[in-house]
């Protein structure tokens, strides 16, 4: 699969939920390219200004200075959270204090089965700020795979469930036979 047919399987996708697509980035210090961000307003308490955010798809390639290892990965999802951040800034300029992400990000190393694990863990352990991962993908578009992880208040936002379910249909998940 290629980058356009990503975008052809995703863009329907987010225009049926309304989405604001936002064109990407690139930062070179440290280094990170959006490709592409889907950005959702979101509610998320009663009160007019605390209660509103961004529910927030944000598509990454993976940087050549990062591999798939559980520390890398946090600090993929670090950069991606800046990165989020000064595109979508807070009050007055913005419309919400929070930001929930949806990380997918584009790598070029092979997907094995224990990578749903490491962003599982990548995901718990991430710090919690006004950028608030809810779910990770990572896609090999030559191998056609995918691992990912899902927080449980992904509830919240039915774009995430929708996203995964469209993403898996496509893409390959290395499930283990046996487990000891």
Do not use: C
Not at 7 to 13: R, S, T, V
Not at 46 to 72: C, E, F, N, Y
Request: glycine letters at 4%; proline letters at 8%; charged letters at 25%.
């Amino acid at each position: 699969m290629r980058e356009d047919d990503l975008f052809e399987l995703l863009n329907p996708l987010f225009k049926t939920l309304n989405a604001l697509p936002d064109v990407g980035e690139e930062f070179r210090e440290p280094a990170l390219e959006v490709l592409r961000y889907y950005a959702l307003p979101a509610r998320f308490h009663w009160m007019p200004v605390l209660g509103r955010g961004w529910s927030l798809t944000s598509i990454v390639r993976q940087p050549a200075d990062l591999s798939g290892s559980a520390r890398d990965a946090t600090r993929l999802v670090d950069r991606a959270a800046a990165a989020a951040h000064t595109r979508y800034p807070p009050w007055p300029r913005g419309r919400g204090l929070a930001i929930a992400l949806t990380l997918i990000i584009l790598t070029p190393e092979p997907i094995h089965d224990d990578d749903d694990d490491v962003l599982g863990r990548v995901l718990s352990d991430a710090r919690r700020k006004r950028v608030v991962p809810i779910a990770l993908f990572r896609l090999n578009l030559g191998q056609e795979a995918v691992a990912l992880a899902v927080r449980d208040a992904a509830a919240l936002f039915p774009e995430v469930n929708t996203l995964a379910d469209a993403i898996t249909s496509k893409f390959q998940r290395f499930v283990p036979l046996f487990k000891f």
